[in-house]
Each structure stands twice: as C-alpha cells, then as structure tokens.
C-alpha cells in the first residue's frame, strides 16, 4: 500500500502525518512553528523534523509523496530554498504550497469556494474552475488583518492611544497592563520588541476571557476582527468570480471557537453575499493531501 506524508506547518505549530490511500491516519506527530518568515532556520527544522518522523517510522518507505503545507511559503526564496534542502535529503517527490491550499482541499476538496483561515495570521484561499487566488496572507508586518496577532495589536494600540491623548486607560487597556506586569503604556515596548510573533498572538486569549467576562472593548475587538474577514473574503470573491452560493471553508480558532469573531464573520457575509454555505470540521488540515498530490503531481507529469 502507499502512503502519503501531509505537512500542516503554521506559526504556532507543525503538524505531520501518514495517509492511506482511504484518508485514514495511521502515524501522526507535531513540532513547533513552520512558517519561515517568524525565524527561517527553526522553521525548517521543525518541518523536516516533522517529516523525518514519518520517514523513520514503520510506514515511511512505503511514502509515495510528500505534501506540505507551510506558511508563507511564497514570500521571497522561501520555497527555493525549502525545496533545496529537502532534495538533499529524500528522493520522494515533495511539494510545497501555502497551508491555505492544504486546508481547502480537506474541507473543500474540489468544489468551488473560499478557505479563510485566522489563526495566529490569517488568510483566504479560493478556487473557481482552473482559477485560483488569494486575498489577505500578507504576514503580521504588512497586515494579517483578523488574526490573533492583529487583535493583540489593537488592544496595544488602544493603550497606546489613551496614553498619547491623555485619556484614563480603559477596563481593557488595565487588565492587559497587569497580566504584562507593566504600569504605563511605555512598558509595552519592553514586551512588544522582545517578544516573538507567536508570543503577542498569544495575548488575544487572555483578551477572550475578558471579552467572555462581559468587557465591551474586548469584544468590540473580536467582531471587528470578524468583520475584517469577512471583507476579505467578499474580495477574492469578486476577484475570483465565483457564481453564487458561496461555499466557505472556515479553518483556525478564531472562526472556529471564538463566538465573536464567528457570528460577525458569518452575519457580515451573509449581508453582502446572501446564501452563504459555511464549512467546518475538526480535520486537520494536512489531509488535505492526498487531493492536493493528485492535483499537483499531475501537473507535473
């Protein structure tokens, strides 16, 4: 029987597993962040730790392929130089592709729709036909708008707002200057320049358990971040000219288990779209790739 290995590598984590030609997961393993633009080095460590695991173990020379779905993939010499490492080091045909295409052939398979996803970073994925396309996905620096990462900024930045006009500092902007250890808005620095992405994307846990005790701005910040989403979505809707309805493929935790981002995301589109199909499962995303190897290897052929 072959197998193929399914690479799941985001910025908070990588996942790796071995299919069966039924989808079935017989050996599955996870090591820390896979997107290179958080740190380069450690990222393809961990992917390759990922995928050495499967090599080694008792399905791994049976492994017909490798799909691996990493993070800022595309961003400049990534993928060169994610494909020259591999090739000194196994002879098994490995493809790589951005884990949003991962995610939307597990949910998605080959219907025609959107995968958005908003985890630590976010980014939508569709495909009309033969077309394909992107919106969002542009890393934490430029704008990963509605991700955990961007809602921990807003919360700093509304503390840095109220600072620099001379304004009480909110129920919000308090309860996050405590959990930091920090008096004054000029001790965010200390923690904002110091940690790492996956560090302040990790803030907006603690801002859901304040938007869960009733803190308005809190949950102000969790529906913007929905409405942010679902903007995005409707553009590379448009972009990608897709005939109605929409099927939406919904992948991380804020779309899947953050209620506020979850119902402004879904009532937002649903006003600009009409009848939405929404997507949701508990696979994990690297299943996607046994369609993602029949898709990919054939064009290669």
Request: aromatic letters at 10%; proline letters at 3%.
């Amino acid at each position: 029987m072959a197998y193929t290995i399914g690479i799941d590598a985001g910025g908070t984590k990588t996942t790796g597993l071995i299919l069966d030609v039924d989808k079935n997961i017989v050996f599955q393993i996870e090591t820390g962040f896979g997107n290179p633009n958080v740190h380069f080095k450690d990222a393809l460590d961990n992917v390759w730790e990922a995928v050495a695991a499967c090599l080694n173990s008792q399905y791994g020379k049976e492994c017909g392929a490798i799909i691996a779905g990493v993070a800022g993939i595309e961003a400049k010499g990534n993928r060169k130089r994610f494909e020259d490492f591999f090739s000194e080091r196994t002879k098994i045909p490995t493809i790589f592709v951005n884990d949003a295409v991962l995610a939307y052939h597990a949910l998605l398979g080959k219907q025609n729709g959107i995968l958005t996803i908003a985890g630590t970073g976010s980014i939508s994925y569709g495909r009309n036909g033969e077309s394909e396309g992107y919106s969002g996905g542009w890393g934490h620096i430029l704008g990963d708008y509605g991700s955990a990462y961007d809602i921990a900024i807003q919360a700093f930045r509304q503390i840095t707002k109220e600072a620099d006009e001379g304004l009480p500092y909110s129920p919000l902007s308090q309860a996050l200057m405590h959990e930091l250890g920090i008096t004054s808005a000029e001790g965010l620095k200390g923690f904002i320049y110091n940690a790492t992405k996956g560090e302040i994307a990790s803030v907006s846990s603690f801002i859901f358990t304040e938007a869960q005790n009733g803190n308005k701005d809190a949950q102000r910040i969790f529906r913007d971040a929905g409405v942010q989403l679902a903007n995005q979505t409707f553009s590379l809707f448009k972009k990608l000219k897709i005939s109605p309805p929409l099927k939406v493929g919904c992948k991380g935790s804020l779309l899947e288990k953050n209620p506020y981002v979850k119902e402004e995301f879904e009532s937002t589109l649903q006003k600009l779209l009409g009848e939405v199909e929404f997507i949701r499962s508990e696979v994990t995303p690297a299943i996607g790739a046994l369609s993602v190897a029949v898709l990919y290897l054939k064009k290669e052929a």
